[in-house]
């Protein structure tokens, strides 16, 4: 006789992470909460190199195995070293990894094109504040069709900036950084100004986005834009709420949901993501968190949906009421297959 096996909620098809850095993971708690996005920058420059090789292989190890076991079947990673590539390799997670390319006193591109011949690697520029014209631009070449994923918008100073004001402007003046790309006068205009309009991007945060960002941006592109929200990593370093959600919503774009890293968040869970949009329905949240990724990573053919001839795991979520079709604070998810 067959064993059955009963499980309470309900099922979807396996996450796709939109927004991660596994290797970032031995910074669990090391950063603290709501210091506003400049103090948390100038934090890690100054932790991350405390910690011993070995602590960091075993905190990327153990959250590749917690996102595999809460049903995430692919990662875009965003990396500035080596270090989570073996864990990546043998992980049932397909992980696309972007090598982030930032610097404005030193420029990393030399060292992040080193990490191209590792699979499924491709480069990106880091942000719109954080390196030069040039290598921003240079940042933006090659990549055989892969998405690039800047950060975008994640604090009010990164507009400040191109004005001469705000908290990274500061942070800029007091340690020496210049800045070659203020000319552009916006982070927008800065990226349809470098970004050819043909090459699809991936863009992370979007906590200060306007009406009129979301017009510049899809005038100039003619591949497809994702917009990518972390909503627990903004509200872990700046109290941010993303409001820019309504705005992406009532245009009907592809929204995806990330996690950022454990450096700016208490856990690497899609579901705890999720549960920060109150008053969307959850079939649209759960198309965010599953074939949003899939679209934005090229693996729709595969993953994303529950249908014949995909490949997707299968996740139980339970906690869900089942009359408003919503996420209870207790609702956790669980990979059956
Ligand atoms: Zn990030």
Redesign the pocket.
Known sequence: MPCVEFYAGILCAGFVNA?S?LELAYLKGAIAEHGGYASFASSMTAVRNNFAEQQQLKAIAEADDAMWKEGVDAVAD?VNGATSFATKSASPIHYHTFAEVFGLKRCNIAEQRKLLHNPDTSLTPHSTYSLSDADFKAACEGGNGAPLSI?FLESEGEKQLYAGCGALHEWYSQVGFECDFLHYGSPVERIVKSVPHDRSVML?HNCCLSDSDVDTIMNHFTASVYWVL?PR?NSYISGVVPHAVSLLRARGLNICIGT??LASNWSLSMVEELKCFEGVPLDELLGWATLGGAKALGLDDRLGIIEPGRRCGIVNISGVNLDTMSLTEAATARRLL
Do not use: F
Request: glycine share 0%; charged share 10%.
């Open positions: 927004h850095h965003i950060h992370v972390c990593s950022d890293s």
